[in-house]
Nanobody, 115 residues
Framework: QVQLVESGGTLVQVGGSLRLSCVAS????????MDWYRQAPGKQRELVAR???????MYADSVKGRFTISRDNAKNTMYLQMNSLKPEDTAVYYC?????????WGQGTQVTVSS
């Protein structure tokens, strides 16, 4: 079972930036895809961004133009660069990976955007 560990979440002011990291215990170059999800209090978990094995990326409409997903295969790490943060970006952010015959979730990292 692959283990995923997120970091980088903290309290930030409106308009600020953060970079989240997700370190995997395995070789991410072989993963079918990796995602960032988020869950705000009282809301369902939602997909924020995705990067596929081939490098294709996709974003939720709410974060397009502000967030960038990337990965460093050599470091087995996926990133989420978040700019122009808004209060509605406040949530626990989770890393997800889909690989051969299975998948894994991280434990989450809290991002709080304060006005």
């Amino acid at each position: 079972q692959v283990q995923l560990v997120e970091s980088g979440g903290t309290l930030v002011q409106v308009g600020g930036s953060l970079r989240l990291s997700c370190v995997a215990s395995g070789s991410i170059s072989s993963y079918n895809l990796m995602d960032w999800y988020r869950q705000a209090p009282g809301k369902q978990r939602e997909l924020v961004a995705r990067i596929t094995k081939g490098g294709t990326t996709m974003y939720a409409d709410s974060v397009k133009g502000r967030f960038t997903i990337s990965r460093d295969n050599a470091k087995n790490t996926m990133y989420l660069q978040m700019n122009s943060l808004k209060p509605e970006d406040t949530a626990v952010y989770y890393c997800y990976a889909q690989y051969l015959l299975s998948d894994s979730w991280g434990q989450g990292t809290q991002v709080t955007v304060s006005s």
